[in-house]
């Protein structure tokens, strides 16, 4: 599934890390998340990062260098972000964290020198504007999340990279247990996608 931009609508990242987007359920919350933020009034881009192939992989020269020297498939990364009202990611927890190919691509992408960066005077952060919604599904209980693990992805998200970045709007809601949810489960849980990105995104007028 691809959407293509207006000119005259403000554009949204949709930014997926699941390996399966056709038929998973990161999958479904992503068409959804596509789906109200069209009716908003917003142009959504579903970035696939599985189905595109990226590469999480920074190299020496990359991590060394300058931003205006990133390569251009990164800077192209960067101008999108840049030019976006907001982001939504969607991904299963892998291990504590995001797959690892969207942990690149927030390596790659939301880089020192882009979306933040450091001065004598302090830190200075670049994505302030944006709205951030995260969407993640999990298998392990929502107890044992909270209390055994502490919550490592919402700490990951909200304190370590959007907190850093600057972004004021950000959301997460995680959906679980995946693995013991029904049909009727998962519907619900899209209408609560579909309610919480009209909410964060507010309808556009004509």
């Known amino acids: 599934m691809t959407h293509t931009p207006s000119s005259t609508q403000p554009k949204v990242l949709v930014i ?9 359920f990161n999958g479904a919350i992503a068409r959804a998340v596509c789906a109200a933020l069209t ?3 917003y142009a959504p881009e579903l ?7 990226f590469n999480p992989v920074m190299t020496l020269g990359e991590a060394t260098g300058s931003v205006e020297n990133a390569p251009l498939e990164m800077r192209a990364e960067m101008a999108q972000v840049k030019e976006s009202a907001g982001l939504v990611f ?10 690892a190919i969207l942990r690149g691509w927030i390596d790659r992408v939301l880089r020192n020198g882009f979306a933040y960066g450091f001065t004598e005077a302090g830190p200075w952060s670049a994505l302030g504007d944006k ?8 298998n ?6 909270l209390n055994v693990y502490g919550d ?3 700490n990951f998200w909200k304190t370590i990279v959007f907190s850093l970045v600057g972004a004021k709007s950000f959301e997460r809601r995680n959906f679980e247990q995946i693995i013991l949810s029904d049909a009727a489960m998962r519907a619900e849980w899209l209408r609560e996608v579909d309610a919480t990105i009209r909410r964060r995104f507010p309808k556009l007028e004509n």
Request: no cysteine.
């Open 140 to 145: 392990t209980p929502r107890d044992v999340e």
């Open 131 to 138: 709205i951030v919604q995260v969407f993640s599904t999990s």
């Open 47 to 53: 970035r696939d990062l599985y189905a595109e192939g």
């Open 152 to 154: 490592p992805l919402e």
């Open 16 to 24: 997926v890390g699941h390996p399966d987007v056709a038929s998973s």
């Open 90 to 99: 969607v991904h299963p927890n892998w291990w504590g964290g995001p797959p």
């Open 39 to 41: 009716a908003q009034g």
